[in-house]
């Protein structure tokens, strides 16, 4: 059976994990996403089969161990607190996640058609992108972008919007093979929230009163030029959105609340790429944007933390 487009936390849980999404959940063919928690002291054995993936810290660091490789990732308290490194597990291995302090571990995946070797991907090495201007500014932790990092077909974004602010914007698709215009993408959204006050205002000497917030919220708008899909959720932390087709944007940020996305992508083509395109309504926002500051709370955060 596959799941509704919007997944409140816990519906896309299974057993322990918070979420998993895998693509036979989701109705389509190559990107899925499963969110861990382990205890202090915990290891997890994972067999990746036809998927490839990363290791992605949310919440504390972990060992990963693949093949003969070790990889030792110091992770970070939270998504606001610091750009993470991360690891990138190939098909058909066996791995083991453990953790000797506890913590939350991102697990994005993708139906991948060839094998690469394990890798480590350092936080120094991440690249951090503001885009968008004013109150469409955020951040970028461009992590397994096309560009940044080898895969097969797995595409992994993080996305950091200021509360009040609105990301994701103009709305985009990529949801048809017209390369290089656009890509046809089955894109998956995992959110996080932070409560941000006063004194929260990232950037150099910035911090975050708390790291989530059950209380925090924002907004994501998914819809198609036919009308077939026209969704309009309030997301809160933990939540899933998947996207099979369609414009999506913008991901609002409430005032008060900072937002966290995760972002994974994956499709048939040949060479990994984002490529989309804007409504056509609303394209013309971009260039608005020209003269105008990026938001100064930017960046929330960097790899050696918001206080760098």
């Known amino acids: 059976m596959t799941a509704p487009l919007y997944l ?11 979420v998993a999404v895998t693509p036979e959940l989701a109705g389509w063919s190559y990107s899925g996403l499963r969110v861990i928690e382990l205890a202090q002291g915990e290891r997890r054995e994972l067999r990746t089969g036809p998927a ?26 939270h998504p606001f607190a610091r750009v993470t490194d991360f690891a990138y597990l190939p098909m058909d291995a066996e791995a083991r996640i453990s953790s000797p302090g506890g913590g939350r571990f991102a697990l994005p995946s993708a139906l991948a058609g060839r094998r690469l070797e394990p890798a480590y991907g350092p936080a120094g090495e991440v690249p951090v992108e503001l885009r968008g201007a004013g109150q469409a500014s955020r951040q970028l932790n461009n992590f397994l972008a ?23 914007y103009p709305p985009h698709k990529h949801d048809q093979q017209r390369p290089p215009e656009e890509a046809q993408l089955e894109e998956i959204y995992y959110f996080e ?45 933990g939540d899933v959105v998947l996207i099979p087709r369609g414009y999506h944007g913008p991901s609002v940020a409430a005032p008060g609340y900072h937002m966290y996305y995760l972002n994974v992508l994956a499709g048939p083509a040949p060479q990994r790429t984002m490529a ?31 206080s760098r």
């Open 8 to 18: 409140p936390r816990g519906s896309a849980a299974e057993k322990a994990d918070p």
């Open 52 to 77: 490839e993936l990363a290791v992605l810290p949310l919440a504390g660091g972990c060992v990963v161990e693949c093949d003969s490789h070790r990889f030792t990732l110091e992770g970070r308290d």
């Open 146 to 168: 096309p560009d940044a990092f080898p895969a097969d077909r797995l595409v992994a974004v993080e996305v950091l919007t200021p509360g009040g602010n609105w990301s994701s």
């Open 193 to 237: 929230i932070a409560d941000a006050g006063p004194e929260s205002r990232g950037g150099p000497g910035g911090r975050l009163v708390a790291p989530r917030s059950t209380r925090g919220f924002g907004f994501h708008h998914l819809y198609t030029a036919d009308g077939e899909i026209n969704l309009t959720e309030t997301v809160a932390d």
């Open 276 to 306: 989309f395109c804007d409504d056509p309504a609303h394209g013309w926002v971009r260039a608005s944007w020209a003269g105008q500051p990026v938001d100064p709370r930017l960046p929330l955060t960097g790899p050696g933390g918001s």
